[in-house]
């Protein structure tokens, strides 16, 4: 039996926080597999997001559910608009009413073209009353991509029965993708020369007694919805999202994050739904836990961080989710601003990341903003899960979050931990996990093991192995890893956190390059601050002078020196470094809209300047300077 271990409390002094899961109970298997479960077990829940929908109705009819700022004729947003559980629950009804009038079902679904929205929400409350599934869809594959393959993919794999539309500005992807049998509903706006249905027509529906029986119908696998991975190197595959896989997972979010359990909490969140950590993760806490969620129009860009920081202006959240650009540009705004300052720490109990590594100079500069308003830190909160376990499934024990920590699973779920390749992969069982990939029969078998664990790729290894309670931290995507032409492995994830770490600000994300070469190279994409390194030049000047101006290129210098003394060895020295001044490509798959960057995609669409960049034909290539000596 262990002993039990005393943990030195962090001197730093944080805003209490109470963690659920604390202690690991590991067991052995054969060939080094070790399986790992956190202490405790997951408790009773519903077994139909229904269920907590018309609860929160009965109990808190006025409570507000979801509010969303009017759109001005300008584009500009106004006052705030809102929907109450009891109006939520009615609307819903009446479109279910008209969905059950079309025949809708699995075979036949509902698409939604929208960015976040009241109309979004009510219509995918709509089809989960009477148990038709839903796919929110990527609206970069109607409103960026120029191809619209994917959009088709989407609908090729659904089939949908009817293809909802927020406005107008989604009619060219309509006209190109969508069968002409296939009915459009818009929320507003038309589409030239097609034939549409408006939203108010499903909202005006009267519900009859159809509506209760097909509610009472479903049931824990009944399909929620559909959400398509963001996809690498094949198209998206579409998840297969139960009731039982969304109502479990919510119970064990409130088990390991016991601060949803103390106050109806409330979010001010850009996160999208078709993504599972704003979809699943923040709309389901909303309505698992009756609270009010504040649906923000700004996003972690320069063009629309001036709305997010608006909003957080206005509404004070219980517990704030972000991605790292988003908390970076959070950070800084904090410094010179007590109104937000204010607003934002005065009752917040939690931050929480996901989506990228957290640069170290964010975290340290977010905890001396709090520290200097509020004298005390407010715990970053973070962990591992993917589309496929709804999301939550890792998350950390203590406040001393480091970056790369993940934590001890969540009650109720099963990690297996398998030697591979070097490296350690983290798989899943649990009653989160999809059953599979609809109407993908091939690619369920391939990521499921033959003890009925899902295979997710992630790498992991101990914070500490002489202290398993601390957990897990993330080690990289093992299909990413691979060896340089002596064999060694190189190990991707924990490089290009080193490199966007020395980079801040001014790199969004580096693909590393070197399979099968002698040394290790790194691509940057640059942030929009990259800019204010040369400010002699014009604001409007081509991002390709910016980069390869003498300014910018000194400071890069710097970076890969920094970089270079940090080194270990051949895998962990960056032997070359380039600039890249053509963005990431959504259709190419090179960047989901989120901004995450997909390695594997980005080498294979760039493999000539690959293939330059390590043959010393590219111009403007950094490397260390006892290299050019």
């Not at 229904?50 to 947003?77: I, K, Q, Y």
């Not at 972000?322 to 939690?350: C, Q, W, Y």
């Not at 101006?549 to 890069?556: P, R, W």
Request: charged residues 20%; negative net charge; hydrophobic residues 40%.
């Amino acid at each position: 039996m262990r002993s039990p271990i005393v943990h030195i409390p962090s001197p730093a002094k944080y805003r209490a926080l109470r963690f659920g899961v604390t202690r690991a109970l590991l067991r052995d298997g054969a060939g080094g597999v070790r399986y790992l479960r956190g202490e405790g077990e997951l408790q009773s829940h519903s077994l139909r997001m229904t269920d907590r929908l018309v609860h929160w109705a009965e109990t808190e009819p006025e409570r507000v559910f979801m509010a969303r700022r009017r759109r001005n004729a300008d584009g500009s947003t106004g006052e705030w608009q809102s929907v109450s559980y009891r109006e939520a629950l009615q609307r819903a009804r009446g479109i279910g009413q008209a969905l059950l009038d079309r025949g809708l079902d699995a075979e036949r679904p509902v698409a939604i073209l929208s960015e976040n929205g009241l109309e979004h929400a009510l219509l995918a409350l709509g089809c989960m009353v009477v148990g038709i599934p839903h796919c929110p869809v990527s609206p970069a594959y109607s409103l960026v991509s120029q191809d619209y393959d994917k959009l088709r993919h989407v609908f090729a794999t659904l089939t949908p029965g009817l293809v909802f539309a927020a406005d107008a500005r989604y009619a060219r992807a309509i006209a190109a993708t969508v069968p002409a049998d296939v009915e459009v509903v818009l929320a507003e706006g038309e589409v030239a020369g097609g034939q549409v249905t408006p939203l108010a027509q499903l909202l005006e529906t009267a519900p009859t007694p159809a509506v209760e029986a097909a509610m009472h119908a479903t049931g824990p696998d009944t399909i929620t919805k559909f959400l398509f991975t963001s996809g690498s190197t094949k198209l998206p595959k579409a998840v297969i999202n139960t009731h039982r896989m969304w109502c479990a997972n919510q119970q064990q979010m409130r088990q390991s994050m016991p601060v949803l359990t103390e106050e109806p909490p409330v979010l001010v969140d850009w996160l999208p739904w078709n993504h599972t950590f704003g979809g699943n993760h923040n709309v389901g806490l909303t309505i698992y836990n009756g609270g009010t969620l504040y649906i923000d129009d700004g996003k972690p860009t320069p063009a629309l961080m001036q709305e997010t920081l608006r909003n957080l202006r206005e509404i004070a959240p219980t517990v704030y989710f972000n991605v790292p650009t988003g908390f970076e540009a959070i950070a800084h705004a904090m410094k010179a601003d007590p109104v937000l300052r204010r607003r934002l720490l005065s009752r917040v109990r939690m931050f929480f990341y996901s989506g990228a590594a957290l640069a170290q100079p964010v975290w340290d500069l977010l905890h001396e903003v709090q520290e200097e308003e509020i004298g005390e830190r407010i715990v970053m909160g973070t962990g591992l899960g993917m589309t496929e376990s709804a999301p939550f499934a890792v998350f950390v024990t203590n406040p001393d979050v480091r970056s790369g920590h993940i934590g001890l699973p969540t009650v109720g779920m099963e990690l297996k931990l398998v030697p591979t390749e070097g490296k350690t992969e983290i798989r899943y069982k649990g009653p989160n996990v999809t059953p599979g990939y609809w109407r993908n029969p091939e690619a369920t078998k391939e990521v499921f093991d033959e003890e009925g664990f899902f295979r997710t790729g992630d790498a992991v290894r101990w914070i500490d192995p002489d202290d398993p309670d601390l957990g897990l931290k993330f080690d990289g995507r093992i299909a990413e890893d691979f060896k340089l032409a002596t064999g060694t492995f190189v190990s991707v994830g924990p490089l290009r956190a080193r490199i966007i770490a020395a980079g801040a600000p001014h790199v969004q994300d580096a693909v590393i390059t070197g399979l099968n070469r002698n040394e290790v190279g790194a691509l940057l994409f640059p942030t929009p601050k990259v800019r204010s390194l040369a400010p002699h030049l014009p604001a409007d000047a081509p991002l390709q002078e910016v980069l390869r101006s003498a300014a910018v290129q000194d400071h890069f210098q710097g970076v890969l020196e920094t970089l270079a003394l940090q080194a270990t060895g051949s895998a962990s020295r960056v032997a070359r470094l380039y600039l890249l001044d053509e963005p990431p490509s959504i259709d190419r798959g090179e960047v989901t809209d989120k901004g995450s960057i997909n390695q594997r995609a980005v080498l294979k669409h760039r493999d000539a300047l690959v293939q330059a960049f390590h043959e010393d034909r590219l111009p403007f290539t950094l490397k260390p300077r006892e290299e050019n000596a």
